[in-house]
């Protein structure tokens, strides 16, 4: 089992920046990806980012060149940057791990960018 919490969420003006924290427990060592995801109001789940064990990461075209992924393995955490923040990304933003046989999810932290 993986237990993920995110928080560093909250309220920021267009063009503004926040951090994300996702702290992971359990099982880390079968964790092969983790990532984020977000979800606005009457939209599917998108994928944002990702990173791997090793530290490859990987972006959604959207947030490209905006926001940055890493991961703290030392202390078992993983982060998201976001930079130039836009309307159009508030959503609630969800912590996700990927193991060979199972994912996992936080509960999630709402983002709200005002215009």
């Known amino acids: 089992q993986v237990q993920l919490v995110e928080s560093g969420g909250g309220l920021v003006q267009a063009g503004g920046s926040l951090r994300l924290a996702c702290a992971a427990s359990g099982r880390l060592y079968s964790i092969n990806v983790m990532g984020w995801w977000r979800q606005a109001p009457g939209n599917q789940r998108e994928w944002v980012a990702s990173i791997t064990s090793i530290g490859n990461t990987n972006y959604a075209d959207s947030v490209k060149g905006r926001f940055t992924i890493s991961r703290d393995n030392a202390k078992n955490m993983v982060y998201l940057q976001m930079g130039g923040l836009k309307p159009e990304d508030t959503a609630v933003y969800y912590c996700?791990?990927?193991?060979?046989?199972?994912?996992?999810w936080g509960q999630g932290t709402q983002v709200t960018v005002s215009s």
């Open positions: 996700h791990a990927l193991t060979y046989s199972h994912e996992y």
